[in-house]
């Protein structure tokens, strides 16, 4: 069972959403989107208002709220910056998820509650160059050492790579265990060894920082061992049911903007002498985005209802992110069509939906992952 009841908290944290998104975010974003700029002041004020740790217990700095809240405020910001929403997601759902369920009271002291405050953000490093979808195959290594663990290797595609202060990163403790040993380490920027590469040239969400990381010799105190010895990919793959809901808001997001900027549009534009809304050709592409972000805003707010009754949400976070995903693209690809040439440039904005709508279907487990996460969980039961 699913009922939606938006309380008057949810009400205030959509308000506040949408208020900042559009008196700080959408002032800059063609600037940033063209110079690939990272939203450095956007992302203090994300965390002076509490975005950055939305579902985080106050006693670590956090917000407590709950995932519908989390699920509310970043599907307001990606309607206006997919760039910045992506920034909130990870650190909320794939770096202090896990630190507050896995946890050390001192790592949650030292690490979360500074990223739950927002003061400091957060990367999250799985993907590497020969493990993408096919995640179990870690070859960053990690070998004992006095005291800890001693790191080398390559990651990949790392959102916040540069920028972050605090990375969750996996390696292989156990080859012969295969993904029973993998296990999470936390590391703080600058350690000797651990490497940032250069910031990715992106199709879509161009202001946010994406890059590898080159790992040589990276030494890790025994205290920066996130859960236990072996536990890493489970607290990753845990991670990722989470962060899936975040980036299926993200898309949402995406297709919520798209289509109101197409709305907007076609009753200003004139052709055949009256407003484009009153052509039928173009009503029934209003009608059919409007109904497919309608549809796409069910499952994700019902995976983040899921979470929040602390029910299985496995299937209903990657059916959301596959259905939502899927909306973004098709949803920005139809206002670029409604806004016809003037939608092929930079200027009118929905061209950058198109190209930031892309990546949801690729990140957090591509389409084809999320249809095998999906196959497997209705197998299951
Ligand atoms: N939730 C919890 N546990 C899960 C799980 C899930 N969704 N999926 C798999 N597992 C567990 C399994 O139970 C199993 O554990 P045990 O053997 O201990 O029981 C273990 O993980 C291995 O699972 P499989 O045997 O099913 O392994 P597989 O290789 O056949 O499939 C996979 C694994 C589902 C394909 C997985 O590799 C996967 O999800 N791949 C996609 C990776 C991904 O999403 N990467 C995103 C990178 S991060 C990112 O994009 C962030 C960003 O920058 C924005």
């Not at 106050?58 to 910001?77: C, Q």
């Not at 909130?88 to 770096?95: A, D, E, F, K, T």
Request: hydrophobic content about 40%; aromatic content about 8%.
């Amino acid at each position: 069972m699913f009922s939606l009841e938006l309380t008057e908290t949810h009400e205030l944290i959509r308000q506040t959403a949408r208020d900042f998104a559009q008196n700080d975010v959408a002032p800059t974003s063609i600037e940033r989107d063209k110079e690939g700029v990272f939203p450095t002041d956007i992302v203090k004020k994300m965390g002076e208002l509490g975005f950055m740790g939305m579902m985080v217990s106050p006693e670590w700095g956090g917000s407590g709220l709950d995932a519908l809240s989390y699920v509310l405020a970043m599907e307001e910001i990606s309607a206006v910056d997919a760039s910045v929403g992506v920034v909130m997601s990870v650190n909320n759902s794939l770096v202090n998820w896990g630190l507050e369920t896995y946890g050390s009271d001192y790592q949650k002291q030292n690490v979360l509650t500074p990223l739950a405050q927002g003061l400091v953000h957060g990367a999250f490093c799985l993907s590497e160059p020969e493990a993408g979808s096919d995640a179990t195959q870690q070859h960053t290594t990690a070998v004992r050492g006095d005291g800890g663990w001693i790191l080398n290797g390559t990651k990949n595609w790392i959102t916040n790579g540069q920028t972050a202060t605090w990375y969750l990163v996996m390696a292989q403790t156990d080859r012969e265990l295969r993904h029973r040993g993998i296990t999470c380490f936390i590391i703080q920027r600058p350690t000797e060894g651990f490497e940032p590469g250069l910031k990715e040239d992106k199709l879509g969400i161009r202001s946010s920082d994406t890059c590898s990381i080159g790992l040589t010799n990276v030494f890790v105190p025994d205290s920066m061992v996130l859960g236990d010895v072996g536990q890493g990919f489970k607290i990753a793959m845990e991670s990722l049911n989470g962060g899936r809901i975040g980036i299926a808001s993200q898309a949402l997001g995406i297709a919520k903007g798209a289509f109101e900027a197409a709305l907007n549009y076609s009753t200003q534009r004139k052709a055949f002498g009256k407003p484009i809304s009153e052509l039928q050709a173009i009503q029934m592409k209003l009608a059919e985005m409007a109904t497919s972000v309608e549809a796409a805003r069910l499952l994700v707010y019902r995976a983040a209802y899921l979470k929040d009754q602390h029910q299985n949400y496995v299937k209903a976070a990657a059916q959301a992110k596959l259905m939502a995903s899927q909306t973004a693209v098709n949803v920005a690809l139809e206002a670029i069509q409604v806004h016809g040439g003037y939608g092929y440039v930079r200027e009118y904005l929905v061209e950058r939906y198109l190209r930031d709508a892309k990546i949801t279907e690729i990140y957090e487990g591509t389409s084809e992952i999320q249809h095998i996460v999906i196959a497997r969980e209705l197998l299951k039961a």
